[in-house]
């Protein structure tokens, strides 16, 4: 951050500049970030428009996030491929580029100007950068006059992106954090703490507009034999093709909970029983039919024991219709397994 050139320059923006960077690092939602950045940015910028892409991590992509002067219901699902354009050149290396006249630079990517319709004459381009890491750019297009906009703005431009890059990294590791302690680290499901937490809610939201829900507790048949036979490894592999076969049956809305060892719970809500039971058929029936650990040398075939229990029909509280469920699981397990068993 040039604080220096700030102060040379004795520009007026400076103090709401620095206020800004307190506030965009006072907050870990990601949202809010955004409209702090969009918000300062504006008001900084006299230019055509600008925009901030976030870098996808896996591919390198950039992603519109903030797009000011342009349509962004033109350009919502577009993407700048990695390393294309001026953007791609500066979340590709970290270094700023300022280009005064873009007209038949061979590096520009011209595919934005096609969809939309505008002509880019002129681009800043800022990194967004952190500790090394490159989280994504600002983008700057046809500011009014380059060399004033390198004296004046830049720096001011430059302390923001500094506190906006702080304010961003920090936001996606506490979502990361928040998400792993939500989900089974083998099968990518919620898990167990995932469902106590939003249950009651559901449950709450259910009797409040007088409709059912629906819980199915399930446990996959003879599992010990496939650990014994395949190892940890393959087990835990197992369970998330599992998961996978699961989630293909469900309808939105449904959730589908990793509950612990080789048992899964299947939240369903607005389903009465013969709603639900009919999904937990086809699940069963989509299980018993799927070849599991194909890539192994002998792929196995499983079976899986559900229970169902409804609510308010067969449990008024969260700790009732989970024992209900589950209990109608062990009817099944102890038995005959490989079916289904209500309250």
């Known amino acids: 951050m040039n604080s220096d050139a700030l102060l040379e320059n004795n520009n007026p923006d400076l103090i709401p500049c620095l206020q800004i960077g307190k506030l965009l690092t006072s907050t870990l939602d990601l949202n809010e970030i955004l409209e702090l950045i969009m918000i300062k940015i504006s008001q900084l910028v006299e230019a055509d428009n600008w925009s901030l892409f976030l870098r996808d991590e896996e591919t390198g992509d950039l992603k519109f996030e903030v797009v000011v002067g342009l349509d962004k219901e033109k350009i919502k699902d577009t993407r700048i491929p990695a ?11 970290g270094d700023p580029i300022y280009l005064a006249d873009a007209s038949n630079d061979p590096r520009v990517y011209r595919e934005i100007d096609l969809i939309t319709g505008f002509k880019t004459k002129s681009i800043v381009c800022i990194p967004l950068k952190i500790h090394g890491r490159i989280l994504g750019v600002v983008e700057i297009i046809n500011v009014e006059n380059m060399e004033d906009f390198k004296r004046i703005k830049i720096p001011l431009l430059s302390a923001l992106t500094d506190y906006a890059a702080i304010a961003i990294e920090n936001s996606q590791y506490t979502s990361r954090i928040q998400h792993m302690s939500i989900t089974d680290e083998y099968t990518g499901l919620y898990n167990a703490r995932y469902m106590h937490q939003i249950l009651p809610g559901l449950l709450q939201d259910a009797e409040k507009n007088s409709k059912k829900l629906s819980v199915v507790f399930m446990d996959v048949d003879n599992f010990k034999n496939v650990v014994d036979t395949y190892g940890h490894l393959s087990g835990s592999m ?14 939105p809305g449904d959730i589908l909970i990793k509950y612990g060892g080789d048992e899964y719970i299947l939240i369903m809500p607005n389903r009465d029983k013969t709603s639900a039971i009919a999904i937990t058929r086809k699940i069963q029936q989509a299980i018993r039919r799927t070849t599991y650990l194909k890539s192994e040398k ?46």
């Open 238 to 251: 197992v369970l998330k093709e599992i998961g996978q076969t699961m989630s293909a049956q469900l309808a």
């Open 83 to 93: 390393g294309k354009g001026i953007a791609g050149l500066v979340a590709q290396t």
């Open 298 to 343: 002998d792929p196995i075939k499983v079976t899986a024991s559900f229970g169902l229990a409804v609510f308010p029909d067969d449990a008024q509280n969260k700790k009732d219709l989970l024992i209900k469920a589950d209990s109608s699981m062990y009817r099944i397990k102890k038995s005959t397994k490989n079916g289904i068993g209500t309250s």
